[in-house]
């Protein structure tokens, strides 16, 4: 199959260059708008109210008198009139004169209780809504209850631990003293609690108060974001060929469009007892989806209403959640409910797992769960219940089971196109078989738990999923064939393929269901959960069993899969071992558990090119299942000094399918030799074990550097320097030209000032070479360049109002040209091209990307 370089995918991509043009002329449309319309920058009449004290001293008068206007409002309350000037010392009938044609008195409404804590906490709610790398639960969560702050008094285990930075030995810590002294009276007493760590008490303060009070009755944010970056998975050279493989046969069969990345969200909170929220995504290049078309299109939007701390006697009800909702239980092994993988998900720091119930308005769009679901707690006993109907996108085999076909795999896609593009014997001309919702799937479970003393419980988990057609992962209808007509299952196997093999399906998964009369086939999964706290450890597991009994049940029959950890944590040190093991069959689609890999990794999934369309390779490259593996994990902070800060991973697994085995070693340190300076570095070691007699050809060793000068200015302005090295050691391939040994390099600069608190300008200037990733922002994203390229942003932030804030950013990569490339295709690609050259002299590879965020908080 032919490779398609990037310059095409772009092009393809984005039109042509006409359309580029405009497209860019839009971007800097916005952007001076961005800049122009932003309080620090409107040419108009300064309104004294509102005034900073930079721009009174811009004004013609003495900087005495500036400060005098600046204190009169900031102590003694706003002004009322132009006359109340002569109020002020210094004030003369030379500088009024002077002063009121420049200047205005705009009348400020009272502001509300949630208003003036927008004001206090703007830049914690900035930050939270624009992060990428946390779940939206918490996220939500955090910014719920940074608006409307709880009393810290009323707050039970669960509630606790679900706040930024808080461990379990914090929530257990802030329990204990309450008992010890009743009630906390304010944050002194919080900060003085026996055990509690700076970081939680830091955190902690955003979001408690100390007594009931009411800040209002509706409030709540809508975020929007629209953006043209590329999907950033392992799939970077795959999408290209899959979405454009034959652009122009297949682009009104598979509905392509050039509209960018759409995602929004907007929450409402009515009180301290319902929230209600409705959010909306389309990926880059998708088509329109619709819920319905009668009477009218109505796009597929999440939504979901929340009740919550509702109570009777001794019951409370915490939520009761219709519509589209996410379930977390434990540490992940039985269920969790999220599209995306996450590496060494731990459930502490920043790998925090939030625990319970919630509401759905995130990006979720395959294992999402529609229905409802509940959380009500009786003196120690905890209990969660739920029950689900909704699609499956799947891919569906070409087979015949009860006059309906048999489906191969769940699949996590980036684009939903109804049809698979390069798959055309599945397309409408010819078995018209969609892998869009093709599977209706009913899931119901339940959680049943009760505390023996604060932060030590046992718990129970279970939950079953039926389907309306067969379960049945052959490999064969998913595995392509060469150019000879040989199956690549049958000569393209290694042994790492058993994943494949032992997947959950097949006659074990075939079963009715009393619930669903159109149920053919099941699954379910089952165990505990446990945690103690003691003193300053915290002992926490996970056990999981998934049921291979066939249509009857038969207890401790099938699979397991085991998480358990110990946490110890002082007041600048903190440990976490933990140690995982799942087995190979140990198939689940709602497992989230600790694992360095997704699922499928090393497999011919992996190799999406003896795939029958490359865009089948999603079955790995999306996968949110962790891998089969057995290992311990270290991870360690200590903060050795005010100025010297530590941390130090180790990993040491198996994985299950082939028994390779890696290791992972990352340590970094944060210098701080005076306040302005930040020195960072940070040291990987990876590798996979060279002689395995199971695994030919798949050893690789891994050694990476980055280092940071961070010079931190006025007004919270900062400068960087950042230099990153890497080394990855393959296998050599004799029929493949190159160095077994690729280098990566990049070095390059940043810059973010603030003009004032509502304006923001930062960008970066990056030159690299080879693959490397980066943090831009409020966005991860992963380069790769054979040859070196240069890389630039720049994004501007504003404050339009105190309730609202946009943020546009765009970028450029000019990767560096590339001469005299030549290609020899097969036969038949010629045959199909006739009159066509596979060669060129000069091929130079650019994308230009932009990003706009809105956020308006109420």
């Not at 026996?194 to 008490?201: E, F, K, V």
């Not at 599945?426 to 599977?439: E, F, I, Q």
């Not at 009913?442 to 419980?457: D, E, K, M, V």
């Not at 105190?802 to 546009?808: A, E, F, T």
């Amino acid at each position: 199959m032919k490779k398609i370089d990037k310059t095409t995918f772009i092009s393809l991509k984005h039109g042509v260059s006409g359309g580029r043009f405009y497209a860019s002329l839009l971007l800097v449309v916005l952007m001076s708008f961005c800049f122009l319309t932003s309080p620090g920058f409107a040419q108009q009449k300064i309104d004294l109210n509102r005034a900073t004290l930079e721009q009174l001293k811009a004004l013609p008068v003495s900087p005495e008198l500036a400060q005098e206007l600046y204190n009169r409002v900031q102590f003694k309350g706003y002004f009322t009139s132009i006359y109340q000037l002569w109020e002020l010392p210094g004030m003369d009938a030379e500088t009024f004169k002077k002063l009121k044609p420049l200047v205005k008195i705009e009348p400020v409404p009272a502001a509300s209780a949630v208003q003036e804590r927008i004001e206090q906490i703007y830049y914690r709610l900035e930050r939270w809504s624009s992060n990428e790398g946390i779940s939206n639960d918490l996220i939500d969560l955090w910014i719920e209850k940074a608006l409307e702050p709880v009393n810290i008094n009323k707050l039970g285990y669960d509630e606790l631990v679900n706040f930024q930075n808080v461990s379990p030995v914090d929530a257990v810590a802030i329990l204990q003293q309450r008992q010890r002294v009743n009630f906390f009276r304010n944050t002194r007493d919080l900060r003085y609690t026996p055990g509690l760590s700076n970081y939680a008490y830091r955190s902690l303060r955003n979001f408690v108060q100390f007594k009931d009070e009411t800040f209002s009755q509706w409030h709540g944010s809508f975020l929007m974001r629209v953006d043209n970056f590329p999907f950033i998975a392992e799939e970077a050279e795959q999408s290209p060929q899959a979405q454009f493989l034959d652009i122009t046969q297949q682009a009104s069969e598979t509905g392509l469009t050039q509209i960018p990345t759409v995602y929004s969200r907007l929450r409402f909170t009515q009180g301290k007892h319902l929230d209600f929220g409705l959010s909306y995504v389309r990926a880059n290049g998708e088509p329109m989806n619709y819920a319905f078309t009668s009477p009218f299109h109505f796009p597929e939007t999440k939504y979901h209403l929340t009740i919550k701390d509702l109570s009777w006697k001794n019951v409370l009800l915490k939520k009761l959640i219709v519509g589209y909702y996410k379930v977390t239980l434990g540490q992940g092994v039985i269920f969790e409910n999220t599209d995306f993988f996450t590496p060494r998900k731990s459930g502490y720091g920043f790998r925090k797992r939030f625990n319970g119930i919630s509401g759905d308005l995130s990006r979720n769009r395959e294992f999402t769960l529609r229905g409802m679901a509940f959380e009500t707690v009786y003196q120690n006993w905890r209990a969660i219940g739920f029950i689900s109907m909704d699609s499956r996108d799947a891919i569906l085999n070409k087979d015949d089971y009860l006059g309906k076909p048999s489906f191969n795999h769940f699949i996590v896609l980036d684009q939903r196109f109804k049809y698979t593009p390069g798959d055309t014997l599945r397309g409408p001309n010819n078995l018209d078989m969609s892998w869009l919702d093709a599977v209706n799937e009913l899931t119901y479970g339940a959680h049943l738990q009760y505390t023996f003393t604060p932060g030590t419980f046992l718990g129970f988990s279970y939950y079953e999923s039926a389907y309306d057609h067969y379960l049945n992962p052959d490999p064969y209808q998913v595995v392509g064939t060469d150019y000879s007509g040989n199956q690549n299952w049958d000569i393209r196997q290694v042994t790492a393929d058993s994943e494949i093999k032992q997947a959950y399906g097949g006659p074990v998964s075939r079963g009715d269901n009393p619930l669903w009369s159109q149920a053919v086939s099941f699954r379910r999964v089952y165990g505990m959960n446990f945690q103690s706290v003691w003193k300053n450890l915290a002992f926490q597991g996970e056990y999981g069993i998934l049921d291979k009994s066939g249509g009857g049940f038969k207890p401790l029959n099938g699979p397991r899969a085991l998480v358990a950890s110990v946490y110890w944590q002082q007041e600048n040190f903190n440990l976490l071992l933990l140690y995982r093991n799942y087995d190979l069959g140990f198939d689940n689609p709602y497992q989230r558990s600790f694992s360095n890999y997704r699922r499928y990794k090393g497999t011919i999934f992996e190799d999406y090119y003896y795939l029958q369309t490359p865009l089948y390779g999603q079955l790995y490259s999306n996968n949110p299942q962790p891998q089969a593996e057995a290992g311990f994990y270290i991870s360690s902070y200590y903060q050795i000094t005010r100025q010297l800060r530590t941390n130090l991973q180790f990993d040491n697994w198996t994985r299950k399918s082939d028994r390779a085995k890696n290791y992972r070693l990352v340590g970094s340190v944060d210098y701080r030799p005076v306040f302005p300076l930040g020195i960072q570095i940070r040291h990987k070691w990876q590798s996979r074990e060279p002689q395995n007699d199971l695994t030919p050809n798949q050893f690789y060793k891994n050694y990476e550097l980055r280092g940071r000068l961070r010079f931190r200015l006025s007004n919270y302005d900062a400068f960087d320097l950042i230099y990153a090295n890497s080394k990855l050691v393959v296998h050599p391939r004799p029929r493949v030209f190159g160095d077994f040994v690729l280098d990566g390099e990049a070095m390059g600069v940043s810059y973010a000032h603030n003009f004032n608190r509502n304006f923001r300008l930062s960008g970066m200037l990056m030159y690299y070479k080879g693959f490397f990733w980066n943090f831009e922002e409020t966005q991860f994203v992963i380069m790769d360049s054979p040859r070196g390229a240069m890389r630039f942003f720049l994004s501007a932030y504003s404050r339009l109002t105190p309730n609202l804030s946009v943020r546009l950013k765009y970028t450029a990569d000019h990767q560096l040209p590339i001469n005299n490339i030549q290609f020899q295709p097969y036969q038949s690609t010629i045959d199909a091209n006739p009159g066509k050259m596979f060669g060129t002299l000069w091929k130079r590879s650019q994308e230009h990307l932009f990003y706009f965020e809105l956020n308006y908080n109420f």
